[in-house]
């Protein structure tokens, strides 16, 4: 076959080219066609399936796993802000603002120079986490602790060596508080490992590493700020798993087995008084103030009955009376399911 077109080849590709401009420019009606399929999929359901995504920010933390650590850390909300309330004497509100995935160099470039940043560990998982609070908020604890109404400092300035120490109490119970929510995971010591005020020098993950960041918005009367709680994803690698709802679940009912046990451990040794009710009798006033010694009273109950046994005022039993020895004893002829109609007091 010849590589070079002959004449009548030649006028056949123009007259198709001008043909296929013609109709660009002056578009005629046709009739309605079937969409072309390929591989399956026609070329308008692949238009509406697209969607956008960033291979330099893959998501490595599913939308369950999100969903886990959202819920956990709005039980971690909850329970520092009845720590700080009674840690300030004053009403603290704390919400979880969001739970984002983004990399380590964004988190970094959005914290201010200076800021109240802990490294912390959560042994024995492998790495350092970082909580982050705003300055504006820090100063105001510290004016409440001091003794003062509770003013945000005019600048923003880096923390003295005693300002330092009484931060350092309020992120310990924090991170105490951040422990027994994270239960549910496993259990982890956290422990706070340095305290930095400039973010840049602060290096707990290479700069594209994927990082959670918990957004908590701390409000109180005078005052309101940030807090955050970065975890990189090299940190929680080790119980990702447990991160998803089927798995949280699961433990918090085994949790909940726990608990149960626990308390019925510390109840066993709290006393309650028992006593026996032998019957009951109505008076008048009149006859209550005529009674002498030697008066008999009738009861509502015929002597050889059983009598009912009053654990802290409940009716739970039905006995007998009796001796042992020189003492005066009853015994247990049945447990109550439910109350006796007509033996309360």
């Known amino acids: 076959m ?9 006028d056949a590709l123009l007259s198709a080219v001008s043909a296929g401009a013609s109709e660009a420019a002056e578009p005629v009606s046709t009739p ?26 893959p998501d490595r933390v599913s ?28 009403f603290v509100e704390i919400e979880l603002v969001s739970v984002d995935q983004l990399t380590y160099s964004e988190f970094v470039m959005s914290i201010s120079n200076p800021s109240c940043i802990y490294v912390f560990k959560m042994e024995p998982l492998e790495g350092n986490a970082i909580l982050e609070i ?34 350092n109490r309020i992120v310990e119970r924090s991170l105490q508080d951040l422990k027994e929510v994270w239960e549910h995971i496993g259990v982890f010591s956290p422990k706070i490992e340095a305290y930095e005020t400039n ?45 998803s709802g089927e798995s949280w679940m699961s433990s918090r009912s085994s949790a909940t087995v726990e608990t149960r046990t626990t308390l019925e451990h510390e109840l066993e040794s709290v006393e309650l008084p028992v006593s026996t009710l032998i019957g009951k009798t109505s ?16 009861l509502d ?16 039993m039905a006995v007998r009376t009796g001796l042992v020895g020189r003492k005066k004893a009853v015994k247990i002829i049945k447990v109550l399911e439910k109350e006796v109609p007509g033996c309360d007091e």
Do not use: W
């Not at 939308?63 to 309330?85: P, V, Y």
């Not at 300035?157 to 300002?163: D, H, K, S, V």
């Not at 008076?283 to 002498?292: G, H």
């Open 32 to 57: 309605e066609v079937d969409t072309p399929v390929f591989g399956g999929f026609s070329s308008s359901d692949s238009e509406k399936s697209l969607s956008l995504y960033d291979f330099r920010r």
């Open 2 to 10: 010849s590589d070079i077109l002959s004449q009548e080849e030649v």
């Open 134 to 167: 705003n300055p504006s908020l820090v100063f105001f604890i510290i004016d409440r602790l001091f003794g003062g109404q509770g003013r945000p400092s005019e600048q923003n300035r880096e923390l003295t060596l005693i300002e330092q120490n009484v931060i």
């Open 199 to 243: 973010p840049q020098f602060v290096q707990i993950a290479p700069p594209g590493e994927t990082v959670i960041l918990i957004s908590l918005e701390v409000r109180m009367q005078n005052a309101s700020g940030l807090m955050s709680i970065c975890f990189p994803y090299m940190l929680l690698e080790n119980v990702i798993n447990n991160l």
């Open 283 to 298: 008076l008048t006033i009149r006859d209550l103030l005529q009674l002498q010694r030697g008066d008999v009273l009738c």
């Open 63 to 90: 939308k369950d796993q999100m969903r886990t650590l959202q819920n956990l850390h709005e039980g971690f909300a909850r329970q520092f802000s009845t720590t700080l309330t009674n840690f300030l004497r004053t």
């Open 301 to 316: 109950k015929p002597y050889d009955s059983d009598l009912i046994l009053q654990v802290g005022g409940k009716n739970k």
